[in-house]
């Protein structure tokens, strides 16, 4: 799986080992199995409290000395067909005369399997006809809905009803790993997140990394007490146990106090992948402390993976549409070349469709030492200057950038015209180039606190990370960049090209 680029982010040695924090939150317990005899490894320090068994009780002995030959028989089964992935599990333990319910997973963690319990109140309430009750309807309108805003907005409006919560966002990611607030659902109380933007630093390459292994992270009480796993290190390996997969892992210290920072004792964060990327996140925030049960989260979960299918649908339709109406113009454009007598001029008799074509607001076509301006260009003495740049830079027939003054500076006065610049380079006929230019798209980008100084120095000289304490708005003016270019735009360029060379070659072979 690939993940929004670490560019700016914490790395490893910045960040304490998330995923091996060698305890718990206390909402569920947590045994570490030897597998394939099920001999208890390692347990955290509240089974006592959740099952009326100390860990020393636990420790040594089999799983099957606990509970139904027919649990463990799920779980064995489990185990043979799919090991490798976090399986659903079911237990019962018997003990003080009484029978405690449990719901949960089992994954494997190298050599060791790990079992994460949440208490039921009956084998009933734990039903997965429940879940699919619970999603059906968010399923239903999710997939009625037009496209992808409407969707994102659709999700964290069905997300927030079956948790609770009081506030439930959408955050997407940029290129950079910085997000964006592009979809929320609240009560009226809390202030609107929708737009704000935070940097890539928030959640750092490892924490989203996680994400990889679960699609849901709860965090019910930032406040609780930690319960550490007895004995600390896992005995197989001698090493602190590796938790990455695990639902109940601790949360960082850093991330506590940045959900402190934020007033938001309880979280719940859903992942959305599309193309096997970390594409967005629906992070559920609450003032104060809220359980939500493990169906539900199942359900969330579920939710989750259908939205993710839909993403991926709905975002390729809206591609599609969009190629096939460019697709319409290189047509036109290609039609009118085929009843010139140059394919300059037929360029030039089709301006408006040469603009369409990538959605540019200027063109210059250079045909020889000939150039032509269509739209929004610099003038001629400077569109030559920069074609003379532009044939030292190109090694492919297409060039393109968002950012042209940055490469080019002189370009930085003409910026307003042409900050974007795609360019066709029709090598075979030398000295043919066809420019497209983007005017700049001054962006205001309202960031949520400033982006930067997150670092403190400690005494002796090392970086400790702490997580921003100010969350007030702090705008930042985007310039001298136009909007990116479209990769269906680059390949409608290619398809242009391809057609142009092979109408030439026609009329070649026909006039020899
Ligand atoms: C995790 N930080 C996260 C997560 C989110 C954010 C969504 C993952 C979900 C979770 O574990 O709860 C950040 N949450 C946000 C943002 C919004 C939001 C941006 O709601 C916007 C509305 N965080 C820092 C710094 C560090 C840091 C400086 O600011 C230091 C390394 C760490 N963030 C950090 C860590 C995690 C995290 C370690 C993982 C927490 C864990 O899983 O234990």
Redesign the pocket.
Known sequence: MVFPSDTGS?NDS??EL?YAPASIQPHGILLVLESPVLKILQVSNNTFEALGIYPDELLGKFLHEFVEAEEIEAIEKALFDNSHHSNDIRLSFKSQNRQFFFHGTLHQSSSALIVELESVVSPKASDSFNCYHLVQEPIDKIHKTPNLQVLCQTAVEEVRRMIGFDRA?V?QFDATGA?E?VAEDKVESLPS?LGLH?PA????P??RN?FSMNLI?F?PDINCQPVELIPECNPLTGRPLDLGFSLL?T??P??VQ?LKNMNVAA?M?LALIKDKKLWR?V?C?HPTPKYVNYETRTACELLAKFVNLEISYKQDSEDREYAIYLKEICHKLVANISLSYSFVEGLLKSQDELLALVGATGAVVCANENLTTIGKTPDLVESEKLIAWIKTQINNDIYHTDSLSKLYPPSEKYKELASGLLVLAMSEMQNYYILWFRSEAIQTVNWAGQPDG?FELKPDGSRA????NSFELWQETVRSKSLPWQPCEIEIVRELRVAITSMELRKTNQQL
Request: hydrophobic share 40%.
């Open positions: 914490l910045d960040c998330i966002i955050y997000g607030v997140l935070y630093a928030d959640i750092p490892q924490a996680l992270r965090i892992r949360v960082s850093c991330h940045y979280s964060t996140l992070a925030h997150k990370f702490s997580p921003r």
